[in-house]
């Protein structure tokens, strides 16, 4: 079906669709359905790969866009464009639209196109699996350890025997994955936002580097040039979901658009911290940020790291001053990240570290159950009264 009041947009597509799409039946409709319309316009439950003028008007037409998304896979919307505008390229893109052509048309577009459709297809069909979990790594403030955290998480879920893991360092200013896991890769994962109109499983797969069984995608090399401007994480989230069990994600913080899109997708977030006064009024403070950006608390999980008992505030009076339990402590280990460290490997699971993360990781999976603790509590919680809720 080709959707469009723009009748010379129509007359151009209408040869190439015939000499490109053979043996199959189009329809016409030259202006762009209601809500309410639309199944009956459409037919019903049937399948249809639709042809969307986004250009005649572009906020009804990729509202439109929206509303056959929710109709269900069976509907599949390839946006027609009368100019090139990576704006609205990407709007239909996030909206669900899964290529465009932009004009003039050519048989190279169209058939470009139906080859990613046949390729998308052929990766539903054969994943037949629900999404993968994600869990967003968070620091409270900078290093607290966030990132070794992400990194052995991700080879942990790994040794639990999820087939298919991720680890993305989304952390536009000081990634440093690539750094702990000593790997090099000419593609980062602005390589994969820049292309995510094309992304398929063998350009996928060249993005990606695997290390010990685990898919990392990194973070830049160089600092990069307007990171501040980049906003949206859902492009990679939303392709990689479908083809991943568990993707774990490292993060520079809780600040800006670019996190809370990660947050928001996030199955779980896990904010990391350490027992030190300036970590947790960091804690509380990123928590609040959450709250008022409305990240729910029931995904959250406080990760305290580098926990020493005798210094610093306990797990009781953490979780009571933060109003969120402590969804677990891992001690400091330093010798054992440091030889890591410079081995490049993950931190081994004989380790307190390494016992550690793989508790989180059980739980997170939900092979663990969850435990709690209840004290009674002195005047310590007086420190956080000004500002907690």
Known sequence: MVISPNSPMVEELDPLLQAHVKAVSFSRLKSYPTPRDLPGAIGGGAP?????DVFSDRDQAVDLVQEMVKLGPQIQVIALLG???????????????????????????????????????????NAGKEPAKIFVVMPAKGACGATTVACNLAFQCKRLGFKRVLLADLDPLTGNISFLLKIK?????????????????????????????VDVLIAPEMLLEGAQDL??????????????????????????????TAARMANELLLVTTNELPALQAAQRALSYLDTNRIGRWKIRLV??????????????IGTALHIDVFETVPSDYDAVQK???????????TSFGKSIMQVADRL?????????????????????????
Not at 48 to 52: E, K, Q, V
Not at 185 to 196: P, T
Not at 304 to 317: C, I, Q
Not at 340 to 350: E, K, M, Q, T, V
Request: hydrophobic letters at 40%; one cysteine or more; glycine letters at 8%.
């Open 185 to 213: 890769s000419i593609y980062s994962f602005l390589d994969a936002i820049q292309r995510a109109h094309e992304l398929d499983m063998d350009l996928w797969n060249a993005m990606v580097t695997e290390v010990n069984g």
């Open 304 to 317: 305290v790291n580098r926990y020493l008992r005798d210094v610093g505030l306990n797990r009781e009076v």
């Open 83 to 125: 100019e090139n505008d990576p704006d609205l390229v990407l709007r239909c893109l996030r909206a669900g639209a899964v290529d465009f052509l932009i004009q003039p048309f050519s048989g190279e577009q169209i058939e470009g196109a139906l080859s990613k459709l046949a390729r998308i297809q052929s990766t539903t069909d």
């Open 365 to 389: 999976s939900g092979r663990a159950e969850k435990t709690g603790k209840s004290s009674s509590l002195g005047g310590l919680l007086g420190l956080f009264s000004r500002t907690s809720k």
């Open 231 to 260: 906003r949206d994480t859902s492009p990679i989230l939303e392709y990689a979901r479908h083809i991943y069990d568990v993707i774990v994600i490292d993060t520079n913080g809780v600040y800006g658009e670019w996190n809370l």
């Open 340 to 350: 890591a460290l410079l081995d490049g490997r993950p931190i081994p699971s004989n």
């Open 48 to 52: 249809h790969l639709i042809f969307l």
